[in-house]
């Protein structure tokens, strides 16, 4: 059982907390464009720059703390973002003032549907899962060498199931994105999410070792039960 008893645990898990809050509340409100050398313009939704630095911190407190810490922050992160959707939408439900006439650009910037906020948390906590598990396997495969195969591994496979789970459950037959367009965008986020994992690359090993250095730390689920639902 994982005891809290590590110098930094918490403070990971706060930062997990804050990006995936933040990316999902801020981030989908705005589709930006960029011109990209090689690639040309390029359409995506905002939240795709810093969404992936939670599957980041997943693969850090799954390499350092093991999967069983990594699932307790999974969950918390969960029941935020369930709470922070829900406030969200009560907030925008609730009547404005005769004399404020913003109404209209707060639905735009925080009213996500009840279907798009449903889809974001189950992609989600399938996603993390997916990438902590994988990592998790993947470290006694590995024996604890190639790191970078495992924080690359790990985010290919949840970035696949969270991207693949979220449009269709999302967007199919609402028009906001055609259906026979929703595989290339799965495709052009789930490229995006991941190369931006692989940029992070050097940054996620100086904090893997300062951890595993600081908590005296390396954990191996050797003997763990990667049931996602235990919450011990």
């Known amino acids: 059982m994982f005891k809290n008893q590590y110098r930094y645990y918490d403070l990971v898990m706060a930062a997990f907390v804050t990006v995936l809050i933040t990316s999902n509340l801020i981030g989908p409100a705005k589709i930006s464009q960029l011109e990209v050398p090689f690639f040309g313009l390029l359409t995506f939704g905002a939240g ?21 810490a990594s699932r307790r922050v999974i969950w918390a992160g969960f029941v935020a973002l369930a709470f922070a ?42 996603g993390e899962f997916v990438n902590s598990f994988v ?39 609402s028009g906001v994105i055609p259906n026979d367009k929703l595989i290339l965008v799965v495709i052009a986020q789930f490229i995006a999410k991941t190369s931006i994992e692989i940029l992070f690359t050097p940054a996620i090993y100086k904090i893997i070792a300062f951890l595993k250095k600081k908590e005296n730390l390396d954990h191996f689920d050797t003997h763990t039960n990667f049931n996602p639902f235990i919450f011990k």
Do not use: C
């Open 48 to 68: 795709v720059l810093f969404f992936p630095i939670s599957f980041i911190f997943g693969d850090i407190l799954t390499e350092v703390y093991g999967y069983a």
């Open 85 to 126: 959707s829900f406030m969200a939408w009560m907030i925008v439900a609730l009547p404005p003032a005769p004399y404020w006439h913003n109404q209209e650009a707060y639905e735009i910037a925080f009213g996500s549907a009840w279907r798009v906020s449903l889809a974001s948390l189950v992609a989600f906590a399938a």
């Open 135 to 173: 990592m998790a396997k993947m470290k006694i495969m590995t024996k604890g060498k190639y790191l970078w195969s495992r924080t690359i591994g790990s985010t290919v496979a949840g970035e696949a199931i969270d991207s693949i789970l979220f449009y269709p459950l999302a967007f199919y037959n």
